[in-house]
Nanobody, 123 residues
């Protein structure tokens, strides 16, 4: 099994930045596509960003494109999400995800989930 632990969430003013980290244990991450999803109260969990196993290809939801950047360090077994120009609409619990077969925008196809880290953006 793969265990994922998110960190780096917090409270930030609109226009500010945060960097989330996801540390993995149990298995190395190089063979897993990784991603970030988020869930606001009363809403479905939605795709945010994804990265292939070697970090060569990234993808983003339209709502965060140009503002968020996903990256990974397979030596440290860690995935990052740099979030810039944050908006109040970005407020949510952010979840790290790992998938054996490749990147996906569907949460139903994710193999492993972290416990989440809260991001709150105030106007």
């Amino acid at each position: 099994q793969v265990q994922l632990a998110e960190s780096g969430g917090g409270l930030v003013l609109a226009g500010g930045s945060l960097r989330l980290s996801c540390a993995a244990s149990g298995r190395t991450l190089s063979s897993y596509a990784m991603g970030w999803f988020r869930q606001a109260p009363g809403k479905e969990r939605e795709f945010v960003a994804a990265i292939t196993g070697k970090g060569s290809i990234t993808s983003y939801a339209d709502s965060v494109k140009g503002r968020f950047t996903i990256s990974r360090d397979n030596v440290k077994n860690t995935v990052y999400l740099q979030m810039n120009s944050l908006k109040s609409e970005d407020t949510a619990i952010y979840y790290c995800a790992a998938n054996r077969g490749g990147t996906t925008t569907s949460g139903a196809r994710v193999d492993y989930w972290g416990q989440g880290t809260q991001v709150t953006v105030s106007s």
